[in-house]
């Protein structure tokens, strides 16, 4: 069974930052496409960053510029780095493993306000 483990939300002021983690149990890491994807409240979930197998990314319009998406193959991990941050980024954060339908973490609260 595939689990993934988020962390690193919390709360922040508008214009700071956070980095988020999402640790994987899979055992070949380095084989799959990873993602990143929010929820905000009465919202639908919505795709923020992904990450090839080879390192190519793509951004939501937007974020583009403030969030960028990596990996670290060999620790099972995929990060997202969070700048610039905004109130309506205010919601909960979730990574995706593209593995069959996908697999989902439990999610991590995210909340820009001052």
């Known amino acids: 069974q595939v689990q993934l483990v988020e962390s690193g939300g919390g709360l922040v002021q508008p214009g700071g930052s956070l980095r988020l983690s999402c640790a994987t149990s899979v055992i070949i890491f380095s084989i799959y496409p990873m993602g990143w994807y929010r929820q905000a409240p009465g919202k639908q979930r919505e795709l923020v960053a992904t990450?090839?197998?080879?390192?190519?990314?793509n951004y939501a319009d937007s974020v583009k510029g403030r969030f960028t998406i990596s990996r670290d193959n060999a620790k099972n991990t995929v990060y997202l780095q969070m700048n610039s941050l905004k109130p309506e980024d205010t919601a909960v954060y979730y990574c995706?493993?593209?593995?069959?339908?996908?697999?989902w973490g439990q999610g991590t609260q995210v909340t820009v306000s001052s």
């Open positions: 995706k493993l593209d593995r069959g339908n996908g697999y």
């Open positions: 990450i090839t197998v080879g390192g190519a990314t």
